[in-house]
């Protein structure tokens, strides 16, 4: 499925030199259906990252006829034989700065 916003957040991090990964996500809203079975499964479908509400905000923009932007940032990773909590927990306030003034200068731009 093509995310019709996707191009234009696309194109706002390249003016902007915001370094990104454009994957496909595994919404899910319980933690432990994250499972190393699922998680091979969704990787086999082509996503990168999991996350926990991506899919229920497109759909009331959908729903209200309203374009959405959504970008991730990567706390921790699951993705190999243990767990890597790296920043989960514990984000740098100048991480959170950044991001903050990242999101705010992409609505600037909308």
Known sequence: MEIETAG??????DDMHIPY?????WTTDAFYRETERNMEKRKE???????????????VGQFRKKEVYQFLYAADCLDGKDWEKRILGNMPETLRERIFLVAMETAIRL
């Open 8 to 13: 234009k957040l696309k194109q706002i991090f």
């Open 45 to 59: 479908e082509g996503c990168g990252v999991v996350e926990m509400e991506c899919a229920s905000v497109m759909a």
């Open 21 to 25: 990964h454009m994957t496909k996500t």
